[in-house]
């Protein structure tokens, strides 16, 4: 079956634009996660939703960055004011459910770069 | 906060060779899951093995096996008869079963499987 999709692939925006990056977790998958890898470091957590709501959202860097799982599928991430520190390869994972015993399938990511 | 330290930037060995990639963590808790996961170019983070804390055996996958010592905090990987296909980054990721559901990962270790 599919697995996780992310759109765009690459993104390329202006210092002080607006982007969304959307996340298609793999059908059925009630757990999704957003993690941000920046060049030569591991991914770092930004947020998760349980179902349609926001289960913790602890790594969100400030308050430019918003997500939402309206219907509990799709994930959006907004980035407003994008600086050019947010650039970096955005991951999105999803999983059955949370708990560490569900494992997490990860799409292939979306680099953003800011000029 | 629980952090994961991968030592070595990168590593490199011949085909068919073994290879062992180290791993430490820190954490409180008592009972957590450990993983390993592999990055190849085209940035889809796949997941190779992973270890529950409680569990004394060893996680073993295949050609990939893991040296759990819980006491040391320690989580090895070993890749027996290593293949060109390996080649990738490789990182160790922690997540807590009780608390906060989120992977902590390392930074990584760059792996060359050389012909």
């Known amino acids: 079956g599919a697995g996780v999709s992310q759109t765009p692939s690459n993104k390329v925006t202006e210092k002080g634009k607006y982007v969304e990056l959307r996340c298609d977790p793999i059908s059925g998958h009630t757990a999704l996660y957003w993690y941000r890898q920046s060049l030569g470091q591991g991914p770092e957590f930004l947020i998760y939703f349980q179902g349609t709501g926001a289960a913790d959202d602890s790594g969100l860097p400030n308050d430019r960055f918003f997500a939402v799982r309206p219907e509990g599928s799709v994930s959006t991430l907004k980035i407003q004011r994008t600086e050019r520190g947010d650039s970096a390869v955005y991951l999105c994972a999803s999983s059955l459910g949370v708990g560490a015993w569900n494992e997490q399938f990860f799409g292939p990511g979306t680099r953003l770069t800011v000029l | 906060a629980q952090t994961v330290t991968q030592s070595q930037p990168e590593m490199s060995v011949q085909e068919a060779e073994t290879v062992t990639l180290s791993c430490t963590y820190d954490t409180s808790e008592s009972n957590y899951y450990l993983f390993w996961y592999k990055q190849p170019p085209s940035r889809q983070m796949i997941l190779v093995i992973r270890q529950e804390a409680y569990k004394q055996q060893n996680a073993t996958e295949n050609r990939f096996s893991v040296n759990f010592q819980k006491a040391a905090k320690s989580f090895s990987l070993k890749i027996s008869d290593s293949q060109l296909g390996d080649t990738a980054m490789y990182f160790c990721?922690?997540?807590?079963?009780?608390?906060?559901?989120?992977?902590?990962f390392g930074q990584g270790t760059r792996l060359t499987i050389n012909p």
């Open positions: 990721a922690f997540m807590e079963i009780q608390g906060a559901q989120k992977l902590v």
